[in-house]
């Protein structure tokens, strides 16, 4: 098991940068594939990034691709996530999450309910206009 904490979120203008990390317990976190997702009031949690368990791979969802950026450091047991020219509907909170390193990013291509994600408690990001 993991237990999982964001920080980083905040207040940034349009245009603006924010680096998100999430620090994760124990010794196995290189045993899990680690990813990011958002959800926005009123709307259903989304992909954002996610990288497997050696760094080698990464996926992100269109919207964020050329803006954002994942990667981690297992000796430090910490995935960032290096948000650039964030814009107002990048407003959310974000939350990290992971999985067994044997699915690979199987599991980031959309969010699925029915995958037992470990789950950070989020960390709100607001990009005002």
């Known amino acids: 098991q993991v237990q999982l904490k964001e920080s980083g979120g905040g207040l940034v203008q349009a245009g603006g940068s924010l680096r998100l990390s999430c620090a994760a317990s124990?010794?196995?976190?290189?045993?899990?594939?680690m990813g990011w997702f958002r959800q926005a009031p009123g709307k259903e949690r989304d992909v954002v990034a996610a990288?497997?368990?050696?760094?080698?791979?990464?996926y992100y969802t269109d919207s964020v691709k050329g803006r954002f950026a994942i990667s981690r450091d297992n000796g430090k047991n910490t995935v960032y996530l290096q948000m650039n020219s964030l814009q107002p509907e990048d407003t959310a909170v974000y939350y990290c999450?992971?999985?067994?390193?044997?699915?690979?990013?199987?599991?980031?291509?959309?969010?699925?309910?029915?995958?037992?994600?470990?789950w950070g408690q989020g960390t709100q990001v607001t990009v005002s206009s």
């Open positions: 124990g010794r196995t976190f290189s045993t899990y594939s």
């Open positions: 990288i497997n368990w050696s760094g080698g791979s990464t």
């Open positions: 999450a992971a999985t067994p390193a044997t699915g690979g990013l199987n599991y980031y291509r959309d969010y699925d309910p029915s995958v037992s994600y470990y």
